[in-house]
């Protein structure tokens, strides 16, 4: 019901061409995933998720709205190449997924590598019970730190790009 | 907006609401859902709010442009200090269980202090965007350079004019 829902809205994400309308359908796209996330019992995902998408980037995304026209300029008729790529890249993908293993078997390759390790002695090596919080922080301690260098090149480039003042409009008339 | 009564009494009641879970989430995180990333978001979320209602230079008085940048830096250099005191105490780069006499208070104390960082720099990065793409609105208005209104229904007036 929820991925019914899901494609719907991506549907109408697709089809409008108002971009605040399309903002607010992501958000609600967010959060349609958020829950997915919930019902699968991945706390941590749904929770950022839910802040992250439905949240903060809804919120950027109309700060840039704000300096750009609320609509899409449209371009007369369609692209029949793109038309024919999207197709193959799309049923290439729906092939593919018929070769994923079971959901949820026990004998998945994904079950069979560190993830019992880190489920049986995350409570002996730490003693905490989230062992998402322990593997993010301490067994995969070095790619946390990665994402916070990222997050903050992230925040570097925003400023190298937007930190300056507007260029003046009468300057080239001096 | 602070003249809509509605906004700025329910902004009042939820700003320190969110503060308040944004720090659950944040010191929590080992043991419910969570952790410095999403903390991060909905701290910088509460700003984002409080200056919707009260203005950008308000939220600026509060928490100064420069503050921003430093925390931002802050939150990485936590991280990786506390990752060079592990090797400096005798185990690996990262290695939290020496930082400590017992080894699993060692490693909460560790991933507290690590997530504190992340937490840090998300929340300042992310008011950091929204800091520089709504400034960069009002200055594009300041001086008088083309932009149309966003809550334009007007089709006809979509593009931006001359």
Redesign the interface.
């Known amino acids: 019901m929820l991925l019914l829902f899901l494609v719907v809205v991506g549907l109408a994400v697709v089809l409008t061409r108002d971009l ?1 309308k399309a903002t607010m359908l992501f958000a609600i796209y967010s959060l349609t995933i958020a829950g997915l996330f919930a019902l699968l019992d991945a ?2 995902v ?3 998720e839910a ?2 998408g439905a ?2 980037s809804t ?2 995304i ?10 899409e ?1 449209t371009k007369a008729g369609h692209s029949l190449p793109a038309l024919v790529i999207v197709t193959i890249t799309g049923a290439a993908l729906v092939y593919a997924s018929l070769d994923l293993p079971q959901f949820g078997d026990p004998a998945n390759p994904v079950h069979q590598h560190v993830g019992p390790y880190y489920i049986e002695q995350t409570y002996a ?6 062992m ?3 593997v ?3 067994y995969r ?2 790619d ?2 990665g ?3 990222v ?2 090149t ?2 570097l480039g ?2 190298a790009l ?2 300056t ?2 260029r ?2 009468d300057k080239g008339d001096r | 907006m602070k003249d809509n009564a509605i906004l700025v009494v329910v902004a009042r009641f939820l700003i320190p609401l969110m503060m308040l879970f944004g720090l659950y989430v944040q010191f929590h995180g080992e043991y419910s859902p969570g952790g410095g990333f999403q903390a991060g978001v909905l701290f910088a979320a509460g700003w984002i709010l409080f200056v919707f209602i009260y203005g950008l230079e308000t939220g600026l008085r509060i928490i100064p442009e420069r503050v921003i940048y430093a925390l931002a830096c802050l939150g990485v250099l936590l991280y990786g200090l506390i990752g060079l005191l592990g090797s400096l105490l005798g185990g690996h780069y990262l290695d939290f269980s020496v930082l400590l006499p017992a080894p699993r208070a060692a490693q909460q104390a560790g991933i507290i202090l690590v997530e504190l960082g992340v937490g840090i720099t998300v929340a300042s990065v992310v008011m950091l965007f929204f800091l520089l793409f709504a400034r960069r609105r009002a200055e594009a208005e300041a001086e008088g350079l083309p932009l149309v209104d966003p809550l334009d229904e007007d089709e006809s007036r979509r593009e931006p004019r001359p």
């Open positions: 605040l706390g941590d749904a929770l950022t802040a992250v949240g903060i919120v950027l109309l700060a840039v709205l704000a300096l750009t026209p609320r609509f300029t090596d730490m003693g905490i019970p989230n998402v919080a322990a993010l922080a301490s301690s070095i946390t730190m994402e916070a260098v997050i903050l992230a925040g925003v400023y937007l930190a003042r507007p003046r409009r």
